[in-house]
């Protein structure tokens, strides 16, 4: 019975330190392993073995052959050779797999004997094949034996009564096969922690409905609910419940009467609409432990227990909601499961960029890993490695701070964690990331720099020919400087020289090279029913996205060559929306389209895509550039005859872009 607490609502977002909400919850809770049941052979993979396993047969059962040749008495082999062979006598038997011999071997005999025959009484070696030659009924050997060559003797790899797998043991396909060599078809596992997961909000909708302006799909309960089953548990999904007190408290209980642990994701925080808290605060036993942690992402993860089970609440946003089970629902999973605390690799790394965090938290950092091992001895290897570890290879480009982004830890290699008194990581800093997989999953192909849809297709036509590509986004200025220090394989660039009006080819170095790209023309999109831009000359609009403080605009990420042409174009007017940054053309265009905004600058393919209005500004050249000490790999090789090809040229020029003639 769920009893009012009385207490709860004076602990919300009373932030604490993360050791102490570890200690508070861990504390609240039964993390006895769960009990054991049987399982069959075949469902049995990746459950956790709850009973030491002991063999009850030998194996093998039989003194077996190792190979096609014949049975025979190792004494009678000795001293032969190709000039002087011993001559048996062949048994009138042939010792097939599954047949049991009748006929023993005796002095100055062979029995022909199959790979996986059992051995004949009396004998003690095999001779191979390959060794003998027949004459009638004679056996001629040319090479000596020693007993027991080619035999593998009864028990010789699992004895009866040995323990072959113990208590505790994750099974994999290694062990099922052990499990099925010594005759078990059932085995006793620990249960699966039974979570229930529980998405909460008016504006979530499942995926596969309609979509409508203001509600977003609920990607939280997919992701908990696969990384809930990766952990060993078994994932109760229960659907969305709206911003309904009496639905979301009814929906509790049955979630605390079945399952061993409840995750509600969403409205933890004390807005207005935000249940999830309130509803759990009504819990006792002890209810409440923790509302508000001092994490970044993740502050107003809330921590509960009922009669021992934990009730967690996850924030809504997507990366505070992974980051944060991840933290602390994980690992009391994994304990419930019988499994090990979840480990994961750490590796060494110099930060790309130069970072800003938040006194009094402790922040989560998702990054890039780049491997720079193969940067030319000579580069100008800039700011980022100056100050780095040499003796480190690889760099970490962080992938975005938003909580509420979707992709960025879907894409992202691994977090670093920064301490909750560190202000600033300094580019080039020595950092520890901790990967988010088992492994860090070498690229054939490293792309950094300027987004563009043309480099999408050229990526996806490269990855059907089976090459592993990593992009990062992170704009012209970055990507060009990725590429001097080597630590890419191309950068993907369109950066005007106003000294010469050329682009790209003023920024080499002699440590990288130009590999020519396409045109695309540059504009500004918006709206074709909008009357602020429809039908108007261009010095008219451009009059008013300066003017015009009700025009709100969409700007570009600094470092990019949009964003230069922008402030080029604005002439250190700042309108409404400049602060806004979207980090590629297609997400400019999708912010006008949806009317967050009312125009900004993309290129002419993103805004077709989007059916967008379009007023050409300038056509610009997009390159690629590579350091001269990559010219030669096998990807890059493979890219610039992609790019070279007579239909990939096509296909890009049916998309809007202009190719070199």
């Known amino acids: 019975m769920i009893v009012p607490n009385a207490h709860a609502q004076a602990q919300f977002l009373n932030v ?79 010792i097939a797999a599954s047949v049991e011999p009748t006929t023993p071997v005796i002095p100055g005999t062979a029995a022909p004997i ?35 060559h080619g035999v593998s003797f009864a028990g010789t790899d699992i004895a009866s009564g040995e323990i072959v797998l113990r208590c505790g043991t994750v099974l994999t396909s290694r062990d099922t096969g052990v499990l099925a060599a010594i005759g078990f078809n059932r085995v006793f596992v620990h249960r699966r922690p039974r979570v229930a997961v529980v998405s909460t909000g008016d504006e979530i909708v499942a995926p596969g409905a309609p979509m409508r302006p203001g509600m977003v799909y609920d990607s939280n309960a997919r992701i908990i609910a696969d990384a809930v089953r990766e952990l060993g548990g078994e994932s109760i999904e229960l659907g969305i419940v709206r911003d309904d007190v009496d639905e979301l408290r009814t929906r509790l209980a ?23 808290y309130l509803v759990v605060s009504e819990l006792n036993d002890p209810g409440i432990v923790a509302h508000g942690v001092a994490l970044k992402p993740g502050k107003p993860i809330c921590l509960a227990a009922h009669e021992g089970k934990a009730v967690v609440i996850l924030p809504g946003f997507p990366t505070s909601a992974i980051f944060t089970f991840h933290e602390f629902a994980a690992p009391v999973i994994a304990r419930l499961a019988g499994r090990p605390a ?150 993907g660039v369109h950066l005007l020289d106003p000294d010469t009006g050329q682009y790209n080819r003023p920024f080499l170095s002699p440590d990288v090279q130009l590999i020519e790209g396409y ?39 600094k470092g990019s060559g949009t964003r230069i042409l922008i402030d080029r174009l604005l002439d250190g007017v700042q309108p409404t929306g400049y602060a806004v940054q979207a980090r590629n053309h ?29 007023l050409p500004l300038t056509r610009e050249k997009y390159d690629f550039v590579m ?28 998309m809007g872009f202009v190719l070199p003639t």
């Open 16 to 94: 604490i330190d993360r050791d102490e909400a570890h200690r508070r919850f861990h504390a609240a809770l039964r993390l006895d392993v769960l009990d054991e049941e049987p399982v069959s052979l075949d469902q049995s993979l990746g459950r956790v073995l709850a009973r030491d396993v002991a063999a009850q047969v030998d194996v093998p059962s039989f003194d077996r052959s190792n190979f096609d040749g014949f049975a025979v008495r190792a004494a009678d082999t000795f001293g032969a050779d190709e000039t002087k062979p011993r001559r048996l006598a062949l048994l009138d038997q042939t």
């Open 114 to 148: 199959a790979t996986g025959g059992m051995l004949p009484r009396g004998g003690d070696a095999i001779v191979m094949v390959e060794h003998t030659d027949q004459e009638g009924d004679e056996l001629l050997v040319r090479r000596a034996v020693s007993p027991g």
């Open 254 to 276: 049955t979630a605390l009467g079945m399952c061993d642990m409840v995750l509600l994701s969403g409205g933890t925080s004390k807005g207005a609409g935000d249940l999830s």
């Open 342 to 491: 979840p480990q994961h690799r750490r590796v060494r790394a110099n930060l790309a960029l130069k970072v800003n965090s938040e006194i009094g938290r402790t922040e989560y950092l998702l990054v890039g890993l780049i491997d720079r091992a193969h940067a030319p001895p000579n580069s100008q290897t800039g700011a980022a490695s100056q100050s780095a570890d040499e003796h480190v290879r690889l760099t970490a480009y962080p992938r975005g701070k938003g909580s509420g982004s979707v992709t960025t830890f879907s894409r992202a290699d691994g977090f670093i964690t920064i301490g909750r008194h560190s202000e600033i990581v300094e580019q080039g800093a020595a950092v520890e990331v901790q990967l988010l997989g088992r492994d860090l999953a070498p690229a054939d192909l490293v792309v950094i720099g300027s987004h563009c849809a043309g480099l999408d297709y050229l990526l996806g036509k490269l990855q059907e020919q089976g090459v592993c590509i990593k992009f990062m986004a992170v704009g012209s200025t970055a990507g060009l400087d990725a590429a001097r220090r080597g630590e890419c394989d191309l950068a």
């Open 519 to 557: 045109g695309r023309m540059q504009g500004i999109v918006f709206r074709q029913d909008d009357p602020r831009f429809a039908g108007r000359e261009r010095d008219a609009i451009l009059e008013t996205i300066k003017s015009d403080t009700e025009c709100l605009m969409v700007n570009r990420n």
């Open 586 to 614: 297609n997400a400019v265009a999708a912010a006008v389209s949806q009317n967050r905004a009312d125009w900004g600058v993309a290129i002419e393919s993103a805004a077709k895509h989007a059916g967008l209005g379009f």
């Open 627 to 654: 350091p001269a000490s990559r010219a030669s790999a096998p990807a890059v090789v493979a890219f610039r005859e992609l790019l070279g090809d007579d239909k990939t040229r096509g296909n890009l020029t049916a």
